[in-house]
């Protein structure tokens, strides 16, 4: 017996030649790759707020750094009566490069038309804020708006170093609110 080959299907001795996938297998590796892309998009999520979170404290950093340089500089021209004036200003400006994502300073912002994971000064109550994105969660607090002030406060006796007078005030960079972890 000879095996007839039929040219319109493809059949060698009764048995068809199977090409491709069926529709389970494609079900299959469908399912396979949607599992894949959830896991990844999740952990995409959380490496977007932890570099969200050290971005802020990067910034944080560097302005707290920046009032320190002004304070030593006013106390170095000697002009140390300048420097509760200084809990009025805006922090950004003693930077020598303003954040790429500072939109400014303004009177009466709208918030909720401001872009997020934005810096802005809101002249009005003289803080810095920083619009958190949707979801981020700081220190375990859902919030968002970060808030700081540069606030005037009496040394203690007890850390009054020898080399400043006891009275001398000192300026820092707090966070108001509750929105914690930076502090």
């Given at each position: 017996?000879?095996?007839?080959?039929?040219?319109?299907?493809?059949?060698?001795?009764?048995?068809?030649?199977?090409?491709?996938f069926t529709l389970f297998e494609l079900a299959v590796v469908m399912s396979v790759i949607a599992v894949l892309?959830?896991?990844?998009?999740?952990?995409?999520?959380?490496?977007?707020?932890?570099?969200?979170?050290?971005?802020?404290?990067?910034?944080?950093?560097?302005?707290?750094?920046?009032?320190?340089?002004?304070?030593?500089?006013?106390?170095?021209?000697?002009?140390?009566?300048?420097?509760?004036?200084?809990?009025?200003?805006?922090?950004?400006d003693w930077l020598a490069e303003k954040p790429a994502n500072y939109l400014g300073a303004y009177t009466a912002?709208?918030?909720?038309?401001?872009?997020?994971?934005h810096w802005f000064f809101d002249q009005s109550n003289a803080e810095l804020i920083y619009i958190l994105s949707?979801?981020?969660?700081?220190?375990?607090?859902?919030?968002?708006?970060?808030?700081?002030?540069?606030?005037?406060?009496?040394?203690?006796?007890?850390?009054?170093?020898?080399?400043?007078?006891?009275?001398?005030?000192?300026?820092?960079?707090?966070?108001?609110?509750?929105?914690?972890?930076?502090?």
């Open positions: 017996m000879t095996q007839r080959h039929s040219p319109k299907n493809n059949v060698v001795a009764g048995t068809a030649l199977q090409r491709g892309a959830t896991v990844l998009l999740s952990r995409l999520t959380v490496i977007q707020q932890d570099a969200e979170r050290v971005a802020v404290r990067q910034t944080v950093v560097a302005l707290r750094a920046g009032l320190r340089m002004k304070v030593l500089e006013l106390y170095a021209s000697d002009r140390q009566n300048q420097v509760p004036a200084l809990a009025g200003q805006n922090p950004i912002p709208a918030i909720e038309k401001l872009p997020q994971s949707r979801g981020n969660i700081f220190g375990g607090y859902r919030s968002e708006l970060l808030q700081f002030k540069v606030s005037l406060q009496q040394a203690p006796l007890a850390s009054a170093r020898p080399s400043s007078p006891v009275d001398a005030p000192q300026v820092a960079l707090m966070q108001m609110g509750e929105a914690g972890g930076l502090k």
